[in-house]
């Protein structure tokens, strides 16, 4: 017998699915959050940085 044979309810499969798309969902929310923090970083620099590098 497997894990998934002790459990006897379907109710509880629902709420295994549902915890594993919600995680799912978590984790996507989070990487995206963090993409667009890491894209939005050259756009924070003054402006002063990029004339300076233009000089070089």
């Known amino acids: 017998m497997g894990f998934f044979a002790h459990f006897n309810n379907v109710l509880i499969y629902v709420l295994l699915v549902a915890g594993f798309i919600k995680l799912m969902l978590s984790l996507w929310l989070n990487a995206s ?11 924070l620099r003054p402006p002063h940085h990029i004339s300076r590098e233009r000089h070089r």
């Open 33 to 43: 959050i963090a993409k667009l923090v890491i894209r939005s970083i050259p756009s």
